[in-house]
């Protein structure tokens, strides 16, 4: 049964502050990985798919990378503003029907 | 394209009634999903359907629980007999059709019920 896990719970950093997140998951046998973020009471938006056979994904400032080996993910967020506060969560889709399989996310809070 | 809808984006019912949601996927998006989402965790999967299909149902969709999309396009979640422990946002999400791996899915709003 894949797990997924996001450490740590919550996170507080000064603006302009590089930071990285982290997702393990428990099977390494997944299709992909996706990141996602959530404003308080809000759906999901997702930032960034990375498909197994990748290594990483980019989209601005944001940087996503799959270990499957090792059932690591990072998102990397560079030069953290305000409007980045937010809860991301990670999510393996691991059947090919595409069900997701969610951490219970890291709450991020970056201070002006 | 105006993404996914939900309706309604709040609910709050008494204990025992029965709730109905509502899920317009985006259009064309052949596959739609329902989570569930209780504070501070993570959304877990409930159902999912590809076209009218209702391929797979989480041990979470209990008796009390039934979902369906009569004509492939928007879908329903209703509860029966809700209980205090019913209590969550429930999300909805679609996605095109997977060629090969699953497609990215885009996430509505979500409906947020109270059950007192």
């Known amino acids: 049964k894949q797990e997924v896990t996001q450490i740590p719970a919550a996170l507080s950093v000064p603006e302009g502050e590089n930071l990285v997140l982290n997702c393990s998951f428990t099977?390494?046998?997944?299709?992909?990985l996706q990141w996602f973020r959530q404003d308080p009471g809000k759906g999901l938006t997702s930032l960034l798919l990375i498909q197994s056979s990748q290594r990483e994904q980019t989209s601005g400032r944001l940087n996503a990378s799959l270990d499957k080996s090792s059932g690591r993910s990072t998102l990397y967020i560079a030069a953290s503003q305000p409007g980045d506060s937010a809860t991301y969560l990670c999510?393996?889709?691991?059947?090919?029907?595409?069900?997701?399989?969610f951490g219970q996310g890291t709450t991020l809070q970056v201070k002006p | 394209d105006t993404g996914v809808s939900q309706d309604p984006r709040h609910k709050i019912t008494k204990r025992g009634q029965n709730v109905t949601f509502r899920c317009d996927p985006i259009?064309?998006?052949?596959?739609l999903y329902w989570y569930r989402q209780t504070l501070g965790q993570g959304p877990e999967f409930l159902t999912y359907?590809?076209?009218?299909?209702?391929?797979?149902k989480s041990r979470l969709l209990s008796d009390r629980f039934s979902a369906e999309r009569p004509k492939g396009s928007f879908s329903t979640l209703e509860i029966q007999r809700t209980e205090q422990g019913d209590s969550a946002m429930y999300l909805c999400a679609s996605s095109p059709q997977a060629t090969g791996s699953p497609d990215t899915q885009y996430f509505g709003p979500g409906t947020r019920l109270t059950v007192l």
């Open positions: 099977d390494s046998a997944i299709y992909n």
């Open positions: 999510a393996a889709h691991s059947s090919n029907t595409g069900k997701l399989i």
């Open positions: 259009s064309e998006h052949n596959r």
């Open positions: 359907f590809q076209n009218e299909a209702q391929l797979e």
